[in-house]
């Protein structure tokens, strides 16, 4: 069996195995600073992180083979700049922060490109967990994708909800999207902090 706390942790196979070990100490202050305020464990955001922001929610569509979110591409489309980059942290299924466990991190730090959601689909960190978080590294968006179901994400630019509006309005069709019980929490959340 594979000690995962000895380098290299990840599969050879990896599509995202040359974008860990890249962080630096402001990568690093901004991923606390938002694991500080949302429990990884949570199907949703929380109330703290949100604040007054836009709370859109996407389906997966397994037809569009270039991004299975539809939300994904016009997130990167809207707030794509030269600087740009994007952090992708694995949600929590365990007792022990996932990403923190191994050497180095399980965060990928990636080029603000749609290909790399097919990247972080097939990674180790996506068949560790079955989620992760999407961190802009301008703070203008943060997503949470549980792999083929849906995708949650917080714009922090409310003037955009004309643009985004169709990712507002699906939340009236969760129920015809998702499982009941998966419906029934994501409502739960979206009422108490949306």
Known sequence: MKNHNMKPWCDVDDPLK???????DQDLKKIAT???RQNLKLPCFQKELIGNALLLIDFSDYHNVFSQFQLFSDLINQFRSQESYLLWIPLNN????NFSKFNPLMIAKTPFE???LTKASGSMMQMMTGGFMVIDSKSQFISMIIDGYYMLSIVYDISLAN???KYIDNW???HENLDETTATTL???QAEYG
């Not at 040359?18 to 630096?24: G, I, M, R, S």
């Not at 365990?94 to 922060?97: R, T, Y």
Request: aromatic content about 16%; proline content about 0%; some cysteine.
């Open 18 to 24: 040359e974008y860990y070990n890249l962080l630096n």
């Open 34 to 36: 938002i694991t500080n």
């Open 94 to 97: 365990d007792d022990v922060d």
């Open 114 to 116: 749609v290909e790399f």
């Open 163 to 165: 643009i985004f509006q």
């Open 172 to 174: 009236r069709v969760v």
């Open 187 to 189: 409502l739960t959340c």
